[in-house]
């Protein structure tokens, strides 16, 4: 068992928000998900104040190592979310976290405030760091916009905050640090780094979104770079992420000051991937001390 | 709601690899997928990797695994020995049909919704362009009976017809095989002679529109077996979606088989 | 031919700096290399104004379809490159850009009159962007500082000065816009993204110098969209670089605005790499009309 | 200044694998190399990556070609037979090691600096352990007559010492050839019987710092094929650096072979 941000975890290892959708895989895989639920906390996939369809595909990228995506937050809005999802999300075995971005202070105050006050709901997830909508770029890579929007949405719920940071900024510590002072409990990072393809044919941009954010192996060494930067000048917890694919890669995000991880574009190559990971991470464990003290057991 | 969709296991598992062969312009891949279902469904797939060296090859790439519609499925003592049919196009396809016997398959399925039984009313008709011929192989083991219409591009392509029992009516775009036509021009003759049919297609974007198009002008009831670009198969990732008339789906989770009606027209 | 900021290249295909020695590949390849030089102008590694021996070793990781380093710009110093190195590179078949770093704006200066002085030297290239040396982050991320020393050794040189970005920065394109006003003649990206690796067996880092940048094709995807950005933005030529391998990926960066292109990493998998990438765009160029204004024929 | 160094074309070719060759713990992987020079330098490496597929291993490497010192060079009708002995240690060795006949090795080299004479009045002296002993095979070729001593693991490991013509002084760290000894302390009682020698020595940094240790107390000069983390191969991305008298020096350029006296002291 791990604590994080005082809610009792059965390990540190999350999924990345966006990418694993656990009311459309128990579709493909029925109750034995849940039986083998690859993570120790569920974290939705963003939320939006209106429902919106995402962009138009093609969606997807592969590069090396890696996978562009340009979804655009497709999801059912709040009301949606509440209504349709949050009932199926409730039967997950973990618990929940559920991730929100809103295009001002005003709707992500909106989400907050209901999202926060479901007792389904163990922790909230801040969006603040999506390349592919304009505002994640303008909350996310300024140390002051987050701070603006975190002490707006802060009093609006008890529960844990945790904001995500974005890689597409000059120094991501520095975010990392004004959430903090505005309150947030613990930071996660890193989200897609900003991204592009052509057609091979055409010559014009692929993706219907015309860019996207890379994800996957490609991006793992970025990721532990911005995570230790960030471990090092804040106190509150770290959830690392960014390519993270074996026990040994959680492991040194966790050597670089991460609590807790996330598995994101791994779990496209496998759905227990979760699993797998906190497996491996267990017996390495046994062998390499942890050293940072937020992932302490309790 | 009884949807055609057999239950995958939850994770990736690594099947071996018993036969590859080849097929004029296609592989026939079988592997002996040891723990995973024993039926899948006509018209799902499975999500594949090479188990060693996926990656290295065009723009370092494979990475992520590709999705192949099973073409058959045979239970054997120590699993069930699936087959795929592939196309060598690009850094993934090219990999695996490198695959050698012994050699490790990974596999994440079945996955998605396979086709549907037709109509009441109506005799099935299968309909296939290319390497979308692959699932109807095992749709028609359960359909015997019904009438198979098949186009290639030419006689290398073509080879892959032999594969289905009874006979396939086959057209080339070359005519080296069959008449020189397209199967869609097979399939306006069908529906001309006897509208009250279950039309089954797989094949290329153009083909599958030509499909929809022709069924739609009759009020025939069609199930097309659909592609578009997937990173995970089971609904994680939204990327494989296509528009229809109740917006974009997933492709992965509502498909590959939509009804012909729930899509949008070209225009 | 192409012309890039008025000097007559006999094609679009660099070399990214610090990724070919040819001092020391003539060494391992003879007067071959020579007879078949790779690029169409040459850039030297950076310089600075004294000698450096750079970061201690271990320098290199490898990453998913990348490469992280930790060299810390190893030079001679401006005297010993004008002493040892310049007669050398002046034997070179193709023009010489010469790259150089300073700790300081004054520092700067000094080596853009000394380097600009010589009849050898074609192009100055303003490495701003070296995730390496702490400067290297102030001056390059931030579009007032980089205004600053580009104003500061603009008038000393009537030499094209290229200004090297770095992808660390929040806005890249508001940089370039910077150093384009402040009399800039063209602008190259991307160098290295920060990256950091962990010692499997302790837990440290790995590299020397604790973090690195990663470079190779883990990075195209996002190089090539922060090309297409900065491109978008400013009116002098782009020198696209970034995971550059073959002639398609040197086509990608001209559609995406590019005038020119730089091949780094990929010379590690392959001296030749240089011509093979303009032997495949000359190939794709005829099926593929260029956009870019800048690149055309002269 | 006539260093040991044959050049290299400057640019990636592919060899055809032609032989693939167990030996205990290691592999000997010979391919010809149709247009590269026939008489590489003994201690001079190529930079070798497989032509295929060269990625998807562990962490979705490897991405950049590896070092060997080639082991042997014939001249073959339609080439040179390079043979590389090699340690699978990793992805790229993994890699390596699966190559099939008729595969593709792509290389450039040959690179570096090799083995220098030896010093007049002095007879040559062999020293390797463990994969160590690649680039000594050929060296012994030139010096048929010098004395070769040899270290490994164990058994499986001492079968590389069959490679050598004549009779290779053998210890290994279990006994389980030879006697259970380090191959210093083999070196260390050469010397002292006779130390008008110059020392060869190739393997694990620990064995090189003690035959350092061990040569430069009798002021015996000593020639130490090194390792380091390589991207490169030929003074290109300045990551191979080794610190020595004279600062950090590029061991692809300037070594492998470093005469042991330029090294600093461990302390
Ligand atoms: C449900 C389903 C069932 C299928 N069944 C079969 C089958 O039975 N047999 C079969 O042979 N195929 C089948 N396919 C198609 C198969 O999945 C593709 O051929 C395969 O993914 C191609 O991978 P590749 O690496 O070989 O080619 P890619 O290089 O991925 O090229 C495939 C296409 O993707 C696009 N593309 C090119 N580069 C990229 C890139 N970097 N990132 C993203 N897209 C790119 C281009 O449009 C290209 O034509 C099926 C697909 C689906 C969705
Ligand atoms: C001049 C020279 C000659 C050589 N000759 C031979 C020879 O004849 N035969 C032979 O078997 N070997 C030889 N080697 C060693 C050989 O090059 C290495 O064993 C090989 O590069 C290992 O690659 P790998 O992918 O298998 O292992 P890697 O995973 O690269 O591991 C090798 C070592 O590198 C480090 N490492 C681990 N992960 C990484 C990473 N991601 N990035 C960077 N470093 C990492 C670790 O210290 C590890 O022990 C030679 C090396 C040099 C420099
Ligand atoms: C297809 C896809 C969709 C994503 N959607 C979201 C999202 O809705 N909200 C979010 O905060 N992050 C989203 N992400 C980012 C991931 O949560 C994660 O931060 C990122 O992918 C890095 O982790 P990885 O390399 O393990 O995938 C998405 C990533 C992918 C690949
Ligand atoms: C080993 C190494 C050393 C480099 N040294 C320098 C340097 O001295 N100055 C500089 O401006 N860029 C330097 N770079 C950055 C490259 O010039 C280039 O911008 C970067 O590697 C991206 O291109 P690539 O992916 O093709 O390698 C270096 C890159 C590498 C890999
Ligand atoms: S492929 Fe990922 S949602 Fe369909
Ligand atoms: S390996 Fe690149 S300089 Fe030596």
Redesign the interface.
Known sequence: MIELCGVSLRGPVLNGS????A???R????D??LE?F?FDAFVS?TITVEPR??N??????????????S?GL?NKGLRGFIDSDLPQLAELPVPLIVSVMGFSGDELAALVAAVGERDEVSMLELNVSCPNVETG?VMG??PAETARVVEQVRPLSAKPLIVKLTP???EPAAVAVAAQDAGADAVSLVNT??????H?ET???WLGGR?GG?S???????A???V?AVAARVEIAVIGMG?I??G?HA??FI??GASAVAIG?E??????AG?RVATELAELSLT?AP?SPASTTV | MSEPRTLAPPERRVAQVSGVERLGAYDLITAVDPTGPTEPCPGQFYMLAADDAWGGGEDERPYLPRAFSYARARVEPDGVALSFLLEAIGPGTERLALLAPDEGLALVGPLGVGFRPAVDGTRPLLVGGGIGVAPLLCWHEELPDAAVLLGFRGASHAQAAALFAGEPQVVTDDGSVGRQALVTELLAAELDADPAVTVYACGPPAMLEAVRALCAERDVPAQLAMESGMACGFGACFGCVVPTRDGYVRLCVDGPVLDSSVLETAA
Chains 1, 3 share one sequence.
Do not use: C, H, Y
């Open positions: 966006g990418t694993f959708d009311i459309a895989a579709r493909a895989f029925g034995a998900l083998r690859p996939k369809q995402g138009p595909p093609p969606r997807l990228w592969e590069t090396a190592g890696g996978l562009i995506n979804i497709p770029l890579a300024e597409n900024a000059t780094v900003k991204g592009m393809a052509i091979p010559g014009e941009p860019t890379v996957g192996a490609a991006i793992r060494a970025v532990l770079e911005q230790a390519g694919a074996s040994r492991a040194d050597a670089a574009t779990s496209f190559r496998d759905p227990a699993l390499r050293r």
